[in-house]
């Protein structure tokens, strides 16, 4: 903004924004596209004609590839079958009491008594409801996985901290990894390695690796200064200096690196059962959830959720301890005693395994054989209070998911609202959405109208009756003011490329049931996480809800949602949201609760009343940490996409999962890509609007 | 006291340190007479950053040579480019007479393990290691057998006064006490060049008055070659056999503290030590003049007692003081006249301001 501008902005400060005239013209030729809808029909539906056969190239070209380099991969594959036979045959042949002490003994050291206790129980809950095998199957695909993902990141890590030129290569391929749905890339791996768990593992091994290459990287850049000057000093050579002096240093990220890689393996290996299971524990979930057995699908369902918290807990101690300090079962627990105490747990199967070389030890029946009675209960249960759960979802489906997909012209029809929409009624809307828009603008500025006029117009047509051109322009303009031209591009590109794929009608579809998700969840989630940030007790409670509902692997979260809603949309809304939810109540509380003391006091101490203390002062402080959550969210919605596809949507997850099915490595691989794009596209324009937040 | 009769150890002529995009451009004619202040303005012009402009100083075996200035003012980056932990951008730095600027990396690392020692002021302990593997490691990375180096470790641990807490991580030591490690282990290869960066910043007054004097105290015994870098007047004026003064990248002045406090160079220093009481920062040594064959007062002092030490036995009579002659130069005299100038010039110094 040069100096002659700014007095110019003062005094009519919308008339002199150059950023609001392509808004005014892009709302000109909306208002002609919506005139024109009724002729042209392809401004709402991009006509089947017009789509470009890309999935079709895409599998030539996979075919012809793969006819290459086949044979090799086929060879890696029987090369990870030896040892990954061996882990399951080792696992199955470790009788189930050395296995509980060893990792009791592990628990001991990582986080003290409590966290070996829960270890305890955790795993003779796995023996009493029958799923030792399984679980010992999945671990072992696990334990397989994340060793190759850690060394895997780790160089990665290491080759982006040493050389930053490969850095924007290396995020590039990272945010590729974690936003491309692993249904999408399961395509390409079945045909490289062929149909069986090493796909499972690959997969898992892929999508573990990018939590382990960031923390190497900010592990080693982290290292202070202070700290590599004295190597530098004490006379280390480069290599000294690497292995003697950062590497230790950075070890604790290095552990959290560990810990995230080992829970996104666990996720991965029970979402790769979809491929087909080999007895595992996520082949359990998923085929009693098929088969409608709710008890199993729960009692196996909790195995998973225990296994993943029992497994955070124990990585995430080793790389830090509780914060009170080691506990007395910490301290005693030395090194010595832990070797030992294994030593012994590896004696006692020995032992046990020389005295009945084939008993399984497993007990008969297990809580499995009592499951008939309880599905019976649940199901009956379920039954009678069908008013309910059915009342929940057809009011959101009537009120909300209806009118946001087809819009209020859609749904406002005598039969579903029990009026139909007449001129009068059109009016009035519009009235009423233009005065909120002239309150926005006095208020707020021009940004704000914009939003408000912007929303009014979803509201009408709907996600689906939103005409496309007017669509990517609106975002591409979005993202070019707010983060540069190259983002604008971008978005233009990316839409573009979707159109043409003809997955427009899926991507309004992911659309809409991510907003509303996300805008649910930010709702829901920031009022809990201000009611935290007041209330102590609350945060104590959340707390652990929290950390569980994170540890937990995305599959799960379908299981209740299933219970209670049946197949369709809201279901998928409900589970997307219980995997979304958790970010925006931690970031909110974090948000307010480390808001700087000096400005909170100085408002209060003006008299501000503790809503005015929390709207005027807290909450515009914290905004760049709660964008952050709002950021989290959408990345989590997205993700949570794929897998919501499996209780019925439209949305482009369902396209992945489709394309599965099918084995169509081309559609999958571009329906695939269409929801990182969308991730990326969200998260570098919340981190632009948040840079350019703190900037100003 | 006499600093010139020792031999050089170490030589700094004309060293900068540039940040930007293309500092060699600017010092790539040898042989050209350079403004310092000229060309300093030039790059600041044009988006150069110059850290340490034109630095040259000597530093005599067994001194303490402190170097001040407010943070910012590239004391840090100067010390640093002492022990090429950052690379100068210009000049030489002569240890021993040789030029360390090119010393390969075989040869700095050799240099690095045998002839420095640095403490940092934030400490820059290993948190993985124990105090004792701490002190230990720069004898480790040599490759010294595990015996000789334990040995050594713990001969550095009990010097700094820290027996007993060998097996202490250094998160469970105080700051004072992770500061003494950092010193145990810059001593534990014996070198002869000390740097400290600032040892003492991040303690507590208290304890860095304590720190003072311990370190006082080591060097008394020791006998190192030492930079000292702090940006605390006070703690400059207290341990320096000399010092410079540092400004904006620039060393604007450097002497004896006395010779600082009692010529500043220019109103910047003047307005600098303006504080520091010059009965304190003076010692007999600096203002007793050559006895010329008179006759010698029977009271005798140390060179190094400070004027305000000797205030009550003025008051109780005494006229003059012999001070005896460091390095084989003649017995020197103090009478009261010479005190009484001093004190009236802080009297001075006090209604000024």
Known sequence: MTAPVAPLRSSSRFAADPGLLPWCALAVLTALCLLLKAELPWLVNFPKEWTLPLAAYVNAATDAVVAIIQPAFRALSAMLDAPMRGARLALAWLPWPAAMLAVAVLALKSSGERLAIFAVLTLAYILLAGYWPQSMNTLALVLLAVPISIVLGFALGVLGYARPRLRPVLLGALDLMQTVPAFAYLIPLLLLFGFGPVVGLIASAIYATPPMVRNTMLGLERVPAAISEAGLMSGCTRRQQFWQVEVPTALPQLLVGFNQTTMAALSMVIVAAIIGGFEDIGWEVLSSMRKAEFGQSILSGLVIALLAILIDRLTIGFARGPETGPTRGMRWMTPRRLVLSLAIALALALAIRFAAPDATLLPETGLRMEMGAVNQWLLGTVRDYAWFFDGVRNAVLYCLLLPLRVGISGSATPAIWGFALSPAAV????????????????????????????????????????????????????????????????????????????????????????????????????????????????????????????????????????????????????????????????????????VRADVVEAVEQMGATPMQTLLQAKLPLALPVVMLGLNQTIMAALSMLAIAALVGTRDLGQAVYVALGKADAGMGLIAGLSIAFLAILADRLIQAAVARSTRA | MNAASRPIKLACRNVWKVYGRRPAYYFDSRGYVIDPDALAERLRAEAHLPAVVDASFEVATGEIFVIMGLSGSGKSTLVRCLSRLVEPSAGEILLDGKNLLQASGKELIELRRHAMGMVFQNFGLLPHLTVLDNVAFPLKIQGKPAKEREARAREMISLVGLEGRETSFPHELSGGQQQRVGIARSLAVGPELWFLDEPFSALDPLIRRQMQDEFLRLQRMLKKTIIFITHDIAEAFRLADRLAIMRAGKIVQIGRPADIVLNPADDYVAQFTEDMPLLRVITAGDIATPANGAALPERTIAADTSLEALIPQLASGVAAFTVPGTGGSPPAVLDAAAVLAVLEREQARRTRS
Not at chain 1, 433 to 454: K, N
Not at chain 1, 487 to 497: I, S, Y
């Open chain 1, 427 to 594: 009016t009035t809307y519009s009235a009423l959405i233009l005065a909120a828009a002239g309150l926005a603008l006095r208020g707020f500025g021009w940004h704000a109208a914009l939003a408000v006029l912007a929303a009014g117009l979803i509201l009408y047509t709907g996600f689906l009756g939103l005409p496309w051109p007017i669509f990517i322009l609106a975002i591409a303009l979005l993202a070019g003011q707010v983060a540069g031209y190259r983002l604008g591009l971008f978005a233009l590109a990316g839409f573009t490329l979707i159109l043409v794929n003809g997955l427009w009608p899926q991507l309004v579809q992911s659309l809409y049931l991510c907003t509303l998700a996300v805008l649910l969840c930010l709702l829901v989630g920031g009022a809990l996480g201000t009611w935290a940030a007041h209330s102590d007790r609350v945060s104590r409670i959340l707390k652990p809800i929290c950390d569980a509902l994170q540890t937990m692997p995305q599959f799960v979260f379908l299981i209740p949602a299933l219970m209670f809603f049946k197949v369709g949309e809201f279901t998928a809304l409900i589970a997307i949201m219980l995997y979304a939810i958790v970010p925006p109540i931690r970031y909110v509380e974090h948000g307010l609760r480390h």
